[in-house]
Structure formats: structure tokens, C-alpha cells
């Protein structure tokens, strides 16, 4: 074994790839601990199992963006009057429907009160005359007047009630208050703007990007930002990406906030943007855990379960380790299989296996 690891670790030196030679070398000796061979009239052996997990390549193109409101929504009242009480100061986060200010409606109150009392009367009066038309007693025309009077009634109650309700002014969106105009005990018209509120359900950011990204912008997959001294990715959704470039032939990209945007983030407020890339480039292939390849001679491989809980062996092309010290697989995978994760060494072609969801007491380190 170890004459066949040295002539494979001169080969790669006279490759010219050291690096890759000096890792291989460490995962090779690793596989050789793990392939030697199994005693015969071994009892059936409990094994563990994992599945191939997919290597995804992809890049990250960051730029500086800046936030800005979407829309801005100057709020009044649909009625004239004195201003008894704003609920709400400048940077306050409302939600829709909530109460934000209130004229004086005693004034209005009574004027809905006397109509009331009216409309109630002549209710009366035309239910009375309604008897009298059945009766025969009254005209056609006398009934029509009565009951179109008590229509008309309605009408001057209905808006009343309306200039009742106009007295209070309610979020329309979520967001935030931006500026407030005016102060209690003042007069203000109907349609007089006094609150300024930012629509953050439809705040954006916005960035610019260089030609090169644009014309790659079929590998963009995914958005996000991050707001100065935040550790944190806020997701973003693509609202826009202008088809001609500026003058510095850079090109704008709007996103749109995917969920609630934080609260820390305001409008002019300068945020970091990303742009994850799908990286045709990378390597594909799949990661498993070191102990579970195995060297039959000078090929890698693993334990596949087949029917019936018995076990076949795969060949894989191995590429050295990620990170996280797992065995990249490039070839011989297809990422569905089932395979035997530790104590590969004890184990032979079409052997009969049973399988455990977690390793014994006497299974130290989980190697078999």
C-alpha cells in the first residue's frame, strides 16, 4: 500500500500541483486505515448511513447602494377644523388603520344628533302616510313628496356622519412619520397636509452595477443587503434593471425588501449590496464524510446500500477535502445513493448489513 501512495504522490509532484499532491497524500493514508482488509466470519455488522451533499458554486459582486422611499404620502384631514390631538411625533413606525390625529368634533356631533332626530321624525310622518296612501286617503303625489323628503334627509345624515368620521385621521400603509406640520389647538383646511408619512412597504434600494455584471445579469440567484455596522442579510427581491447604461455606463438595479425592511434602515441611508452569481466555473460534485470512501487497489471508493440491505461497491473519482474535512467526490455520484459512512474497512461486496439510526455505547468515535 504504501508503495502504491508514493508512486501516486510522485505524480502529482512531477504535475506540478504540490499542494494538491500534500492533501491527497493525507487523505489517501487516511483511506488506506480505513480499506485494510476484513477477517473472515465476521458477524453482520450494524452500519450508519449518509447521503452525497450537492456542491453549489456561486460568487458574490458587491456594491455600495443607498435606501429611498418608494412613496411618500402627505396625510390631512378630509374636513376643516381645530386640531384636538396628534397621537403620533416625527420617526414614529404606524401601522395601517392606526389613529394619528383628531380634530374637535363636538360641532359635527351636534349637527349629526339634529339630523338624526329629524330623520327619525319624518320617519314616522311617512310610515303614518304610507297607512293613509293604502287607506286611499292621500294622493299618489302627496305619498311620493313625503317619501322622497325623508330620502333627501338621509342623504344630509349620511354626510353628517361622514364630516363626523373625517375628524380622524388613520394610517393608510405602514411606515413611518417623516415630518408632522402642525401642532394642537390649530386650524387647519380640508386637505391640508399635516403629517408626512414614509411608505416602508415599498421602500427600495437602489445601486449601480458595471457593464460586465449586466451582461452576466442571466447568473444573477439571489439578492441581499446589509445595513453599515449590521452583521446580518436582509433578502431582496429584483424590481428593476435598466436596459441602457448612464453616462459612466454603469446600470440601475432596484430591489425591493422581501418581508418587513428593518427598522434601523431609513431613507439616504447608505447599505452594502450583494449580488450572488451562479459560478459556471466551480467544480460540481458532492461532499461525504472521509471515513466513508475506502481504496480497492488505486481506486476510491464507497458502500452503496443496495435490495434486500446488501452492499455494493462504487467506484468515485475523489478530489481531496473541503473545509470541513469531508472527501469531495467529483465522478460517481449522482447525489440520491445511500452510503455507509464509517467502518468501511469491516465490510465486503454483497454483504448484508444492518442499519441503525445512531452508533452504540461501544462504538467509540463512530467508526463503525
Known amino acids: 500500500m504504501r508503495k502504491r501512495v508514493n508512486r501516486w504522490f510522485v505524480q502529482h509532484v512531477i504535475d506540478g500541483d504540490m499542494k ?17 482488509s476484513p477477517q473472515k466470519g465476521a458477524a453482520v455488522h450494524s452500519v450508519m448511513l449518509t ?33 384636538e390631538r396628534i397621537h403620533v411625533a416625527e420617526g414614529d413606525f404606524v401601522h395601517k388603520g392606526q389613529l394619528l390625529a383628531e380634530l374637535d368634533d363636538a360641532d359635527y356631533q351636534l349637527g349629526v344628533d339634529a339630523l338624526q332626530i329629524q330623520y327619525d321624525q319624518l320617519k ?83 445601486a449601480d452595477i458595471p457593464v460586465d455584471e449586466y451582461q452576466q445579469r442571466d447568473r444573477f440567484t439571489r439578492y441581499f443587503c446589509r445595513a453599515a455596522g449590521s452583521e446580518g442579510e436582509l433578502p431582496m427581491q429584483l424590481l428593476s434593471l435598466t436596459p441602457k447604461a448612464d453616462g459612466n455606463q454603469l446600470y440601475q438595479l432596484r ?67 473541503d473545509a470541513q474535512g469531508r472527501a469531495v467526490i467529483r465522478e460517481g455520484l449522482t447525489g440520491s445513493e445511500q452510503i455507509v459512512r464509517a467502518g468501511v474497512g469491516a465490510l465486503q461486496e454483497g454483504e448484508k448489513v444492518r442499519v441503525i439510526e445512531r452508533p452504540s455505547k461501544t462504538n467509540v468515535g463512530g467508526l463503525l
Open 124 to 206: 314616522d310622518e311617512v310610515a303614518r302616510t304610507e297607512q293613509l296612501y293604502r287607506q286611499k286617503s292621500i294622493s299618489a303625489n302627496d305619498y311620493e313628496k313625503a317619501t322622497a323628503g325623508l330620502r333627501q334627509l338621509g342623504v344630509q345624515l349620511q354626510a353628517n356622519k361622514n364630516k363626523l368620521k373625517y375628524t380622524k385621521l388613520y394610517a393608510p400603509t405602514d411606515g413611518y412619520i417623516q415630518t408632522v406640520k402642525f401642532s394642537p389647538a390649530e386650524m387647519v383646511d380640508a386637505g391640508t397636509a399635516l403629517l408626512t408619512l414614509l411608505d416602508v412597504s415599498r421602500m427600495e434600494v437602489v
Open 51 to 83: 447521503t452525497p451533499v450537492s456542491m453549489e458554486g456561486s460568487v458574490v459582486k458587491k456594491h455600495s447602494g443607498i435606501v429611498r422611499e418608494a412613496h411618500t404620502i402627505n396625510l390631512g384631514f378630509k374636513t376643516a377644523g381645530q386640531i
Open 20 to 36: 494538491k499532491a500534500i492533501m491527497m497524500i493525507f487523505v489517501a493514508g487516511v483511506l488506506a486505515s480505513c480499506g485494510e
Open 255 to 321: 430591489l425591493s425588501f422581501v418581508g418587513q425592511p428593518a427598522k434601523q434602515l431609513t431613507a439616504g441611508m447608505n447599505v452594502e449590496v450583494g449580488i450572488v452569481m451562479a459560478d459556471t466555473a466551480a467544480a460540481t460534485g458532492f461532499v461525504v464524510p472521509l471515513c466513508a470512501v475506502f481504496r480497492d487497489g488505486d481506486t476510491s471508493c464507497v458502500w452503496l446500500l443496495g435490495a434486500d440491505s446488501t452492499l455494493v461497491k462504487q467506484p468515485v473519482e475523489l478530489d481531496g477535502m
